[in-house]
Nanobody
């Protein structure tokens, strides 16, 4: 059974940094895109950053220049380095991976979410 386990959230002051990690485990044959989404209270979930298997990245406009997504294919792990954090970045951050399991077609999987709170 495939699992995505996130870590690295927490409370940070405005201007601070956090690094989120998302490790995929299970009978994984290949991972296509991996992405980070976030959902603030009362708002819809939005895509923050995404990275393709070849390394191409794309970002939500408000985080461009502050967040960096990366991945380690050998470890089936994606990272989100978040710098110059702002209170409006406060949300639950979710990892998503489109991957292929043994004997199955490609499918989207989600992590359990990790809280990021930016506050003084």
């Amino acid at each position: 059974q495939v699992q995505l386990v996130e870590s690295g959230g927490g409370l940070v002051q405005p201007g601070g940094s956090l690094r989120l990690s998302c490790a995929a485990s299970g009978s994984i044959l290949s991972i296509n895109a991996m992405g980070w989404y976030r959902q603030a209270p009362g708002k819809q979930r939005e895509l923050v950053a995404i990275i393709a298997s070849g390394g191409t990245t794309n970002y939500l406009d408000p985080v461009k220049g502050r967040f960096t997504i990366s991945r380690d294919n050998a470890k089936n792990t994606a990272y989100l380095q978040m710098n110059s954090l702002k209170p409006e970045d406060t949300a639950v951050y979710y990892c998503n991976a489109n991957l292929r399991e043994a004997g199955k077609l490609s499918h989207d999987y989600w992590g359990q979410g990790t809280q990021v709170t930016v506050s003084s």
